[in-house]
């Protein structure tokens, strides 16, 4: 039977058909619904960890234990989990293991667009592509024979749009697995990287890359599409079907395995052709490999771009510039003048916005973090100053707090993002003794990537209770003095305990504790601004809420809009009422 | 057959990525290779959102470039316009006649484009278009969820698929109760 599989829906009927017994991810786009579709199927143990690199960790320990593995994880998460990445190269397994990689060109959702193929040189791994969704089922099933027969982990490279892009896909049955429980195969030579031992896993890795090359000679997926001789076409990933597209005729070497390379294939693909192309997705990753050969490249990246992601158009206008192709698609020339943008927002009622008012009104240098908050980079909140990475800004904020400027910096980092990698930071502002001031915006669940559960929220990817972990107690665990709550949709409260918290100059942390908005069943009140007692003095647009608007009615004296509320968006959070000095602002009463 | 691309616009929230599945579904009924392509993640909040769905013989490409969009469903006024250039020459775009002011407009200093310029700016996209009146339609019929219903029943006026493949999508997708409902709604797009 045939059906509709995105990328990632695709990967998850993979493992189960292929007799995955373990998975583990830790959620970020676009790799999220890798895990959330696994979840669907009873044979494999499924865990959202609280970052990648423990989730590799365990995914790697299932393998060891002899059962077949998959971790996922969006690209910069293969950085959080690099090292796992390497030892475990270094290891191999009993049981295959598969890691999804699923990059971001474009950065959709992402702070980069790095090029994770490298990752497979680097640590000397498979690399396998898929371009489409059947493939991306298929593959999971063939890099765990892969990792079985070569000792391996196996990387299995998605881009957002193999993740996200919808295709038929063949379905198939779950491969029988014997589900005996064998004792553990203790072998400390192999699986304990000392020194001594680790040298001599290094020449095993070196031989399989070996191996796995002469493999790649005849892996299936490397495959040649004989066309037209004068272009030969070499494309990886969703490029080879924006390649396909636009040169119909060409023929076409098609790499499904990038790493290692297929030197005699590629070598013999080249010199059969007249001219050689290469369409890939960023870096120039099997072009520079070309070229290595003494392969004359006739167009490479100094024609199909090295930023963003491709589409069919995009290629046909690099080929075309490139005297590939004669022709064009002509795009209207439109006259629609300047166009309001309609970036994300921060949803009305989200309790995250009143702490970033609160800080811009402080004037304090916020380091932040990765998640919803992110969106207070830019206007209307606009109150962040640095944003790196998923843990950054509690380490950044102690920097700059110990390299000592006028204002003083603090960390805000949400809930699940602090449980990721944001623990080892707070410990350092403890231990070192920085005045910093961290900003747990604890809103009880991982809401950027879709609301997942993470250790705080007392609930498994599986849906089990669990315990709940507790910021405070950990803070005051690690020598904090100033831990306080607050409700940050009370302002006063808010307001109290991030003075306090700073009047202390000692480390400090704030739990600012709400529950996001999409937790709620009903929203809790609703709101409306009573125009006669609104003077249009605009402090509740300041905090820049989708829902508090500029009304029709203009304020006689200023001649400024006063203000309205949007009742469709309204979520009751009161946060409007509080800043209002007028008291123009009431709940409607039901 | 030569692959048609549609393309399906909106604000988060609007339905814009159930109607594209159910696109998507009707061209496997109708038989066709279909593939589909959609962005998640920072689009849910209240971002602008881009549905592309392909039909064809083989299908390659899960989206299109500009220039090369056949339908243009905008969920929404302003990102009609803000999606025009996929539309290719000789392209048709339904537009839900719904205004949702961005931030930008509603607290900030921008204007919405004002009607003759969005007339303006369709007539000189498409030889074809159409500002339907969806979300009124939905209305009447009682929530204005089924606005995504209505658009694809007015959309399907223009392709030639069997009712019958949409209504059987549309029961599938939808939740039990909001059947009749969805059946009503794409009706009354026929009709638009």
Redesign the interface.
Known sequence: MKVLLSGNEAVARGAYESGVAFASAYPGTPSTEILENIVQYDEIYAEWSPNEKVALDAAIGAAYAGKRALAAMKHVGLNVAAEALFYSSHTGFDGGLVIVSADDPGMHSSQNEQDNRHYAKFAKVPMLEPTDSQEAKDFVGLGLEISEKFDTPVLLRLSTRICHSSALVELGERKAIEDDRKPFARNPAKYSMIPGFARRRHPVMEQRLKDLAEYAETFPCNNVEWGDRSLGVVANGVSYQYAREVFPDASFLRLGMSWPLPGELIGDFASKVDKVVVVEELDPFLEEHLKMMGIEVAAGKDFFPILDEFNPGIVRDAAHEAGLVDETVEVQKIDVGELPPRPPVLCAGCPHRPVYYMLKKYGLVVDSDIGCYALAVLPPIATTDTLGCMGASIGVAHGINKAGVEERAVATIGDSTLWHAGMPGLLNVVYNKSNTVTIILDNLTTAMTGHQPHPSTGRTLKGEETVKGDFEALAQAMGYQEVRTVDPLNLKDLEEALKASLDSNEPAVVVTRSPCIFLYDERPALHYVDLERCNACGRCFEIGCPAVIRSDEIHAKSGKAKAEINSILCFGCAVCEQVCARNAIHMVEE | METMNFALVG??GQGVLLASDIL??VG?QAGF????????????????VLSQVRWGDK??????????VDFLVSFEL??G??W??L???GGIAIVNDQRL????????G????SQE?ID??LS??SKEYHIVPALAKAQELGTERATNVVLLGALSNHLDVAEEHWLKVVEERVPKKYVELNRKAFAAGREL
């Open positions: 604000v988060g998507a579904e496997v290779d279909v593939k589909k392509s959609e962005v998640h993640g920072m689009a849910q909040r209240g971002g602008s299908v390659y490409a899960p989206l299109v470039g500009k220039g090369e302003l990102e316009l803000r025009l250039e539309l290719k020459k002011p961005p931030l930008a407009v509603s607290s900030g921008m204007e919405y484009p310029r303006k700016a000189q996209a």
